[in-house]
């Protein structure tokens, strides 16, 4: 079975800004354009049944769409870096969105995930970078930002064992609703222009 996560995927602008990051740090690989997304949460190895469940779960969760911003960049792993990445504006919606996601695997039996949900889109694994040459990488790239997107729909990935993550594949897409579509019809008519 392959492994499942909950994500978001990053519109091709944005994707071609975020490439615009790559190299320049001596020991890093950097992740393919292609498979750049913001992990909402990691489900890991689960059977057909559970998987099936979840999809189901998911397929019920009504949210708005919401506008989201990639801004700054930064690494995980202080003393030995692991990885950089850029970071995510903080909408409210998108904590919302992980938390019900939380929620539901959770009540399917999945283990609570350990680690604080830090909304990031990983640029590249780090197998031998000097913490000076991330310093310097960092440094000369914390003014990054991308256009604001709106975010309309999350999606169920899997990933296959290989190194350094990807290629993965979409295995399910769950629409957000329009804002518009979730205020109440009202049997009033329009006001008239006065064009």
């Known amino acids: 079975m392959p492994r499942l996560f909950t994500a978001l995927e990053i519109p091709r602008n944005a994707a071609m800004s975020l490439s615009l990051l790559r190299g320049g740090l001596p020991g890093a690989r950097w992740i393919d354009v292609e498979n750049y997304h913001i992990t909402l949460r990691f489900i890991g190895d689960v059977d057909n049944r559970t998987a099936d469940e979840i ?42 969105l992980q938390a019900e996601i939380e929620r539901i695997c959770q009540r399917l039996g999945l283990p609570a995930d350990p680690r604080k949900f830090t909304p990031h889109v990983t640029l590249g694994r780090l197998r031998s970078s000097r913490v000076e040459d991330v310093v310097g990488y960092l440094s000369g790239r914390g003014g990054f930002y991308t256009n604001p997107f709106t975010v309309s729909r999350f999606v169920l990935l899997s990933s296959r064992d290989s190194i350094g993550g990807g290629p993965y594949i979409t295995e399910e897409v769950f629409p957000l609703y329009e804002r518009s579509s979730s205020l109440p019809m009202s049997d009033e008519q329009p006001s008239k222009s006065m064009l």
């Open 55 to 96: 999809v189901d779960r998911l397929d019920r969760i009504e949210r708005p769409e919401f506008q989201l911003q990639l801004t700054g960049t930064g690494a995980f792993g202080s003393k030995k870096p692991h990885s950089v990445w850029a970071g995510v504006s903080n909408p409210p919606e998108l904590y919302a």
